[in-house]
C-alpha cells in the first residue's frame, strides 16, 4: 500500500479527499468480517433470520462500513495520522451495494509543529445515498 504524501500547507478548506470505492459487497466479505470482528450476528449470515428480523436480508456490518471511511482517511493522510474519528451509521449496506467513501475538508489549524485537519467524512452507496456520515481529524507534516 502506497500512501499519498499531503503536506499540511498543501491543504485548504474545501478541498476533497480522492474517493474510495469498495465493493460490490459480496457475502464472503461479510462472514471474513464476522471473523475478524467477532460479531457473528446472523443477521449479517443468514438471510431468512434477516428477514424475519424485519431487515429484509442481510446487510454489511456497520463497522465494516466504517473501516472502509478509515481506509479512505489513512490513504490520504498516511498511516497514523487520524487523530480522531466518529461516524453515525445512516443506512444499511446491502449485498451487491459499492461502498464509495468521501471527504472534505472543514478546516486546518496549526500550533507549533502540530498541523491539524477537521474534515467532514462520509459513505455513500450506488444510489448516492450517505449509509455513514462523520467528522476526523488527522495531522499532517510540515514541508519544513
Known amino acids: 500500500m502506497k500512501y499519498a504524501r499531503v503536506y499540511a500547507e498543501d491543504v485548504k478548506v474545501g478541498d476533497e479527499l480522492p474517493p474510495l470505492a469498495k465493493g460490490p459487497i459480496q ?8 471473523g475478524a470482528s467477532g460479531d457473528f450476528n446472523p443477521i449479517h449470515q443468514d438471510d431468512e433470520f434477516a428477514k ?13 462500513s466504517m473501516g472502509f471511511v478509515a481506509q479512505a482517511l489513512t490513504d490520504w493522510a498516511g498511516a497514523g495520522r ?13 449485498l451487491e451495494d459499492t461502498v464509495t ?5 472543514l478546516a486546518t489549524s496549526s500550533k507549533d509543529d502540530l498541523h491539524l485537519v477537521e ?11 450517505k449509509v455513514v456520515t462523520g ?10
Open 119 to 129: 474534515l467532514e467524512i462520509w459513505a455513500e452507496n450506488g444510489k448516492g445515498e
Open 101 to 105: 467513501c468521501r471527504g472534505r475538508v
Open 135 to 144: 467528522k476526523a481529524t488527522v495531522a499532517l507534516p510540515s514541508r519544513e
Open 82 to 94: 487520524v487523530r480522531k474519528i466518529g461516524v453515525r451509521f445512516a443506512a444499511l449496506v446491502r
Open 27 to 34: 457475502q464472503i466479505q461479510l462472514t471474513r468480517y464476522a
Open 52 to 64: 424475519a428480523a424485519g431487515m429484509g436480508g442481510v446487510f454489511a456490518h456497520g463497522m465494516l
